[in-house]
T-cell receptor, first 109, second 112 residues
Framework: GNSVTQMEGPVTLSEEAFLTINCTYTATGYPSLFWYVQYPGEGLQLLLKATKADDKGSNKGFEATYRKETTSFHLEKGSVQVSDSAVYFCALSEGDMRFGAGTRLTVKP | NAGVTQTPKFQVLKTGQSMTLQCAQDMNHEYMSWYRQDPGMGLRLIHYSVGAGITDQGEVPNGYNVSRSTTEDFPLRLLSAAPSQTSVYFC???????????FGSGTRLTVV
């Protein structure tokens, strides 16, 4: 079945550091891929998405590219801020939506 | 525009009790899903629906029932609560799953 594997956390970075959170997937067909963010005590918010191979999703300085050849959708940001501290989830959708375990990011001033 | 509304926000149940978690959306979305979130395990799909009258099981359906009589509502029923069902439950909806889901704010359930 479909599944998502993302790098284990927690990840701790200093402000303005470069961020990469790895995500790989297993799917039977051609899923859409997503990154969601969850701030403390809140539900999940859609951060970005890509619906086909080679698409790049981007939002708020975050970006991720749908790589079919490596079945990956890594999240990157060039310069993180304290306000980016949250839990990030990679997900895929092919009818229903499946999530990775989440990666907690803490950004220190 | 309320989005996805879940009630209650918090609930404590005794083992063996039953209850229904409510979920309503006002966006005319066809797709609706229930997830549970446990530490270190991400979100696991319990049940989902692709339209009124149509439901299907997800990864962890045991102990839960759903029905979808209207487009707006997708209640989740716990038949006989167990401590293993202590979790945070999220409802989500989407016009089409390829565009991503909108999530409710969650229900924190504790079974003692």
């Amino acid at each position: 079945g479909n599944s998502v594997t993302q790098m284990e956390g927690p990840v701790t970075l200093s402000e303005e550091a470069f961020l990469t959170i790895n995500c790989t997937y297993t799917a039977t067909g051609y899923p859409s891929l997503f990154w969601y963010v969850q701030y403390p005590g809140e539900g999940l918010q859609l951060l970005l998405k890509a619906t086909k191979a080679d698409d790049k999703g981007s939002n708020k300085g975050f970006e991720a590219t749908y790589r079919k050849e490596t079945t990956s959708f890594h999240l990157e940001k060039g310069s993180v801020q304290v306000s980016d501290s949250a839990v990030y989830f990679c997900a895929l959708s092919e009818g229903d939506m499946r999530f990775g375990a989440g990666t907690r990011l803490t950004v220190k001033p | 525009n309320a989005g996805v509304t879940q009630t209650p926000k918090f609930q404590v149940l005794k083992t063996g009790q039953s209850m229904t978690l409510q979920c309503a959306q006002d966006m005319n979305h066809e797709y609706m899903s229930w997830y549970r979130q446990d530490p270190g395990m991400g979100l696991r799909l319990i049940h989902y629906s692709v339209g009124a009258g149509i439901t299907d099981q997800g990864e962890v359906p045991n102990g839960y029932n759903v029905s979808r009589s209207t487009t707006e509502d997708f209640p989740l029923r716990l038949l006989s609560a167990a401590p293993s069902q202590t979790s945070v439950y999220f409802c989500a909806s989407s016009w089409d799953s390829i565009y991503g889901y909108t999530f409710g704010s969650g229900t924190r359930l504790t079974v003692v």
